[in-house]
């Protein structure tokens, strides 16, 4: 969905580096998402926030950790990247309560560690 | 946590074709969303639906709330139909899940 971006599309990294993903959204949604999928096991949550001042744990966030700097602007960061974290990383939003709450996808962010 | 389970988990039809997916999943939920994902990896909605049936076009999903499955419908399959098909359910606590997905494959 062009209403939701996400940079960089594709990235190569070291292991022991700091990565930052991000993700922005034109859709005035409240809720954003970061899953991550890999070959065989869909999509996991990594974390998801519901506002600016809400932010929260999802089933696999150990080594990641993100900000929510705006509405419009949701972050990932690897502090120390790892080859197991190499995935396909999706942000997504909705609109929260009071409507039906579906998701809408970014185009994904390819990461490597080496 | 809330289980879902995906059938099958692998589908090739002929052009044309009828076919039946089945999402199960554990324990009640809030909400269930099917999504495509197309073989460039684009993941796109296809329907909201915590309870009922709604249609669009060649599709359609009902949702058994009370027996915990949900069914997606795909009649006169074409080749753009080809990927892979997610269910996603959200529980109590506002936690999302989804399954491990149907690869479905339509040839001409």
């Known amino acids: 969905d062009a209403d939701v971006t996400q940079t960089p599309r594709n990235r190569i990294t070291k292991t022991g580096k700091r990565i930052m993903l991000e993700c922005s959204q034109t859709k005035g949604h409240d809720r954003m998402y970061w899953y991550r999928q890999d070959p065989g096991l869909g999509l996991r949550l990594i974390y998801y926030?519901?506002?600016?001042?809400?932010?929260n744990k999802g089933e696999i966030s150990d080594g990641y950790s993100v900000s929510r700097q705006a509405q419009a602007k949701f972050s990932l960061s690897l502090e120390s990247a790892i080859p197991n974290q190499t995935a396909l990383y999706f942000c997504?939003?909705?609109?929260?309560?009071?409507?039906?709450?579906?998701?809408?996808f970014g185009p994904g962010t390819r990461l490597t560690v080496l | 946590g809330i289980q879902v389970e995906q059938s099958p988990p692998d589908l090739i039809l002929q052009e044309g074709a009828n076919s039946t997916l089945r999402c199960n999943f554990s324990d009640s939920v809030n909400n269930l969303q099917w999504f495509h994902q197309n073989p460039w990896g684009q993941l796109i909605n296809l329907f909201y639906?915590?309870?009922g049936t709604k249609q669009n076009g060649r599709l359609s999903a009902t949702t058994v709330a009370t027996e915990r499955y949900s069914l997606l419908y795909i009649s006169s399959s074409q080749t753009t139909d080809s990927g892979v098909y997610f269910c996603a359910v959200e529980n109590r606590y506002q936690k999302v899940t989804f399954g491990i997905g149907t690869k479905l494959q339509v040839i001409p």
């Open positions: 997504a939003t909705s609109p929260g309560s009071g409507s039906p709450d579906t998701q809408y």
């Open positions: 926030s519901f506002d600016v001042k809400d932010i």
């Open positions: 639906i915590p309870s």
